[in-house]
């Protein structure tokens, strides 16, 4: 029996390994948000979820303006969309080509409309184009503190629970500056920003520029 039980497990994990990507092709008949868009396929809407970015939501700030940007980017175009997965609201997880062979998603985020998707992708290309993005301060990164839509869809605004302390320099997700736990500003970051650091190499390793008033 328990080998048995090993054998499933190990079929399991080898299907879940295996990429079942494929593609298809369609008209972009509409923008839902700035990351999901529907595609008619033959004769079927398809939702597709673009891979690897959250773009805000529609009622936070820069939400609409995503939507607007995705949209002047796509709508009424044929794309192509390169499959990879579904999720569980059963919309397909997609890199979209655009007519051109731009690709969609990597648009979005290089005008700053997205954040990059770390919990679902761990692309170091997709990581640096938030970075980059991030330090023109272009499209949501001209805000004060941004909130990751992912916190902001489990209620996470700036009376969430703060997280514990692990490290000796805190960092905002938000603005990518860091401080000494001391620091005014540190104490200022949205709880749902918070990121620590246990030094100070952790923090300028992962591209967090150090406080300026605070010389961390
Ligand atoms: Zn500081």
Redesign the pocket.
Known sequence: MKNFIRIAFAAVILLAGACFCYEITGKVIGVKDGDTIEILKDITPVTLRLDGIDCPEKRQDFGQKAKEYTSSLCFGKTVKAVISDKDKYDRLIAKVILPDGKILNDEILKAGFAWHFKKYNSEKRTADMETAARSKRIGLWAGKDPVPPWDYRHGGSNDSKAPPVTGNFIGSVGSG?F??LS????KKIPNSNRIYFKTREEALRQDYKP?K??N?
């Open positions: 500056k401080h000494k620091c005014e500003w540190g406080c008033a605070c961390p």
